[in-house]
């Protein structure tokens, strides 16, 4: 067998594995539930008023599908621009738990845009230790950090993940750059909460101090977290800051706030944005 013909028939036999690759990869891109999210929220945006429109915040959904439906069931009736959901819809971070999540927001809520930042229990248990246990949930659901930017509503929102109960320098400098005067309204959201003089537990530090510089340099309207057990808001040096953990999780009663299940609706309405939390029966 002469070296051309050897050469060629490698070739041959390469061809399909190279494709089936560029095939996987594109499934894997095209499953993710941020870009389903974007292109359902492009085709909203034509429809939607500049002067008047509405986005819910929800949080903290995990081991309890029944108030999580509820929750859907209520945002659909609201039919918000989007929904912000603030991390840990399920409880372990795996395979298995995230397309539960993803089946039940694509049954329960299928043409709301729906964008997640991810929480703690988002990273799979098996590979905590590893470095490697956001990938799922990257691959499937949404970037770790990532802007939405609505220039015709003069919108910008950022999500961060802050999972490691730290924000670093890297995330902090992709923050100020995405913040900018050229949008009037401006949101951000992550899942563990600073620490503030008044929520203290279970909360962030490393970057917090720098954090709530950058909100409040760029007067950032609400700055919105999760992972506590129950709604809550604050402010702090002049911006908003609200927890919204009430999306199905166990309640925490912690000295501060209501441990109710609720979800937040967000209105921007002649200029003015304001913030109200509606609760969700057991």
């Given amino acids: 067998m002469n070296r051309f013909f050897c050469r060629h028939l490698i070739i041959l036999f390469l061809l399909p594995i190279l494709f089936w690759g560029l095939a996987d990869a594109t499934a894997v891109n095209a499953a993710r539930l941020y870009e389903e999210s974007l292109k359902k929220l492009e085709e909203r945006l034509q429809r939607a008023s500049p002067d008047d429109f509405t986005f819910v915040v929800m949080g903290d959904s995990r081991d309890n599908d029944a108030i999580f439906k509820k929750n859907l069931k209520l945002i659909k009736t609201l039919n918000p621009l989007f929904v912000l959901h603030g991390g840990d819809g399920v409880r372990h971070g795996c395979k298995e738990e995230i397309n539960q999540f993803l089946d039940v927001v694509r049954k329960n809520s299928p043409d709301i845009p729906f964008f997640f930042v991810i929480g703690n229990h988002e990273i799979c248990g098996k590979e905590k230790h590893t470095g490697g246990g956001n990938k799922y949930f990257e691959d499937h659901v949404a970037p770790l950090n990532y802007a939405i930017d609505l220039k015709r509503l003069n919108v910008r929102v950022v999500l961060l993940d802050n999972t490691s109960y730290a924000l670093n320098p890297s995330q902090l400098v992709y923050l100020r750059n995405q913040l900018t005067s050229e949008r009037r309204y401006q949101f951000v ?13 279970h909360t962030f530090s490393r970057g917090a101090p720098e954090l709530i510089k950058i909100l409040a340099e760029n ?43 609720h979800i937040v609706v967000v209105t921007v309405k002649n200029g003015q944005v304001t913030t109200r939390m509606v609760e969700v029966g057991n």
């Fill in 189 to 201: 959201a992550m899942h563990i909460p600073p620490t503030t003089t008044r929520w203290s537990f």
């Fill in 219 to 261: 007067k950032v309207q609400t700055a919105f977290f999760s992972h506590l057990h129950f709604y809550d808001q604050d402010v702090v040096q002049g911006v908003k800051y609200m927890i919204t953990g009430g999306g199905g999780a166990p309640l925490i009663p912690m000295g501060v706030g209501s441990p109710v299940y």
